[in-house]
Nanobody
Framework: QVRPVESGGGLVQPGGSLRLSCEASVTLQYYTIGWFRQAPGKEREGVSCISRRITYYADSVKGRFTISRDNVKNMVYLQMNNLKAEDTAVYYC?????????????????WGQGTQVTVSS
C-alpha cells in the first residue's frame, strides 16, 4: 500500500510560518489530498483539502493556511502562516481517489505517519 510521507514540521514561535509537504510514489494530482491534525487529548480535525476541482479550509485556519499542489514535483503543500499555540498538533496527510474533499476522515484510504508542529515561545 502506498503511503504518503509528510515533512516540514517543527518548532515555531507564535506568528511564525511553516510549510508542510506531502509526497508519495503515486501521482498525487489524481487524488484528493487532505491535511488533518490531532492535538494531545483532542479528536482528529480536518484542516484543509485539495481535490482536482475544489479546496477546503476549516474555519479555524481560513486566511492563515494555504493548500497547493506542484504537479511537476508531485507534491502537495500546506503553507501555514500566523501560527498560533492552538495549531500545535501532529499533522497528517491523507489520500482518497474519486471524491472531492470528504469532511469525514474515514473516507480517506491512505494515511501518512504524521509530522509534529509545535507553536510555542
Amino acid at each position: 500500500q502506498v503511503r504518503p510521507v509528510e515533512s516540514g514540521g517543527g518548532l515555531v514561535q507564535p506568528g511564525g510560518s511553516l510549510r508542510l509537504s506531502c509526497e508519495a510514489s503515486v501521482t498525487l494530482q489524481y487524488y484528493t489530498i487532505g491535511w488533518f491534525r490531532q492535538a494531545p487529548g483532542k479528536e482528529r480535525e480536518g484542516v484543509s483539502c485539495i481535490s482536482r476541482r475544489i479546496t477546503y479550509y476549516a474555519d479555524s485556519v481560513k486566511g492563515r493556511f494555504t493548500i497547493s499542489r506542484d504537479n511537476v514535483k508531485n507534491m502537495v503543500y500546506l503553507q501555514m502562516n500566523n501560527l498560533k499555540a492552538e495549531d500545535t498538533a501532529v499533522y497528517y496527510c491523507a489520500m482518497v481517489g474519486g471524491i472531492d474533499c470528504p469532511r469525514d476522515a474515514s473516507f480517506y484510504t491512505t494515511w501518512g505517519q504524521g509530522t509534529q508542529v509545535t507553536v510555542s515561545s
